[in-house]
Protein backbone atom coordinates (compact mmCIF):
# COMPACT_ATOMS: atom_id res chain seq x y z
CA UNK A 1 0.00 0.00 0.00
CA UNK A 2 3.08 2.19 0.81
CA UNK A 3 4.67 3.45 -2.03
CA UNK A 4 7.26 5.98 -3.23
CA UNK A 5 8.18 6.08 -6.64
CA UNK A 6 11.32 8.21 -8.32
CA UNK A 7 11.55 9.85 -11.34
CA UNK A 8 13.88 11.97 -13.03
CA UNK A 9 17.23 10.31 -13.47
CA UNK A 10 19.28 10.04 -16.47
CA UNK A 11 22.72 10.89 -18.07
CA UNK A 12 23.92 14.01 -18.10
CA UNK A 13 27.04 16.08 -18.59
CA UNK A 14 29.54 17.21 -15.90
CA UNK A 15 27.90 20.86 -15.20
CA UNK A 16 24.10 20.01 -16.20
CA UNK A 17 21.23 19.84 -14.23
CA UNK A 18 18.65 17.10 -13.30
CA UNK A 19 15.13 17.72 -11.06
CA UNK A 20 14.52 13.88 -9.45
CA UNK A 21 10.94 13.76 -8.07
CA UNK A 22 9.76 11.27 -5.65
CA UNK A 23 5.86 10.88 -4.96
CA UNK A 24 4.37 9.17 -1.84
CA UNK A 25 1.38 7.10 -1.39
CA UNK A 26 -0.57 4.76 0.81
CA UNK A 27 0.48 7.07 3.98
CA UNK A 28 -1.25 7.01 6.80
CA UNK A 29 0.69 8.22 9.52
CA UNK A 30 2.60 11.68 9.90
CA UNK A 31 5.97 11.60 7.86
CA UNK A 32 8.94 12.77 10.10
CA UNK A 33 11.92 13.52 7.64
CA UNK A 34 11.90 12.34 3.56
CA UNK A 35 14.91 12.64 1.85
CA UNK A 36 17.47 11.36 -0.98
CA UNK A 37 20.16 8.94 -0.56
CA UNK A 38 22.79 7.97 -3.16
CA UNK A 39 24.77 4.69 -4.06
CA UNK A 40 27.13 3.79 -6.28
CA UNK A 41 28.17 0.30 -7.01
CA UNK A 42 30.42 -1.63 -4.15
CA UNK A 43 29.77 1.87 -2.48
CA UNK A 44 27.07 2.42 0.96
CA UNK A 45 23.92 4.45 0.46
CA UNK A 46 24.68 7.49 1.98
CA UNK A 47 22.65 10.85 2.69
CA UNK A 48 22.26 13.15 0.25
CA UNK A 49 19.88 15.66 1.47
CA UNK A 50 16.84 15.51 3.70
CA UNK A 51 13.68 18.23 4.89
CA UNK A 52 11.73 17.56 7.55
CA UNK A 53 9.26 20.51 9.06
CA UNK A 54 10.62 22.69 6.58
CA UNK A 55 14.20 22.37 7.59
CA UNK A 56 16.66 20.78 4.77
CA UNK A 57 19.77 18.87 5.78
CA UNK A 58 22.85 18.74 3.21
CA UNK A 59 26.17 16.20 2.42
CA UNK A 60 28.58 18.87 2.52
CA UNK A 61 29.43 17.47 -0.92
CA UNK A 62 26.19 18.81 -2.16
CA UNK A 63 25.97 22.14 -0.23
CA UNK A 64 25.40 25.08 -2.51
CA UNK A 65 24.57 22.96 -5.69
CA UNK A 66 21.75 20.73 -4.92
CA UNK A 67 18.11 21.62 -3.07
CA UNK A 68 15.50 19.46 -1.51
CA UNK A 69 12.51 20.67 -1.30
CA UNK A 70 8.21 19.48 -1.14
CA UNK A 71 5.39 19.92 -2.08
CA UNK A 72 2.62 18.19 0.17
CA UNK A 73 -0.43 18.89 -2.18
CA UNK A 74 0.94 16.62 -4.71
CA UNK A 75 2.96 14.68 -2.19
CA UNK A 76 5.80 14.94 -3.97
CA UNK A 77 9.26 15.52 -2.44
CA UNK A 78 11.96 17.19 -5.17
CA UNK A 79 16.01 17.05 -5.42
CA UNK A 80 17.05 19.89 -7.59
CA UNK A 81 20.28 19.01 -8.87
CA UNK A 82 23.01 21.51 -10.42
CA UNK A 83 26.79 21.56 -11.51
CA UNK A 84 26.62 18.30 -11.86
CA UNK A 85 29.79 16.26 -11.61
CA UNK A 86 31.04 12.97 -12.03
CA UNK A 87 31.10 11.75 -8.21
CA UNK A 88 27.71 12.72 -7.96
CA UNK A 89 27.18 9.22 -10.37
CA UNK A 90 24.82 6.60 -8.44
CA UNK A 91 21.50 5.44 -7.71
CA UNK A 92 19.33 7.59 -6.09
CA UNK A 93 16.86 6.80 -3.54
CA UNK A 94 13.71 8.36 -2.04
CA UNK A 95 13.55 7.70 1.72
CA UNK A 96 10.49 8.73 3.91
CA UNK A 97 10.85 8.31 8.16
CA UNK A 98 7.41 8.32 9.16
CA UNK A 99 6.24 8.08 13.16
CA UNK A 100 3.63 5.63 14.11
CA UNK A 101 0.82 6.20 16.67
CA UNK A 102 2.92 3.65 19.02
CA UNK A 103 5.82 6.61 18.59
CA UNK A 104 7.67 4.57 16.45
CA UNK A 105 9.51 5.34 13.57
CA UNK A 106 9.14 3.10 10.01
CA UNK A 107 10.89 3.58 6.93
CA UNK A 108 10.11 3.26 3.61
CA UNK A 109 12.54 3.37 0.33
CA UNK A 110 11.98 3.57 -3.29
CA UNK A 111 13.03 1.58 -6.04
CA UNK A 112 15.74 4.03 -6.84
CA UNK A 113 16.66 6.30 -9.96
CA UNK A 114 19.72 6.15 -12.14
CA UNK A 115 21.74 8.90 -12.10
CA UNK A 116 24.91 8.84 -14.49
CA UNK A 117 27.36 12.61 -14.74
CA UNK A 118 29.72 11.62 -17.49
CA UNK A 119 30.92 13.21 -20.73
Known amino acids: QVQLVESGGGLVQPGGSLRLSCVHS????????MGWYRQAPGSQRDLVAAISGGVTNYDDSVKGRFAISRDIAKNTVYLEMNSLKPEDTGVYYC??????????????WGQGTQVTVSS
Open 95 to 108: KMNVLTRLGLTATY
Open 26 to 33: GINFSIKT
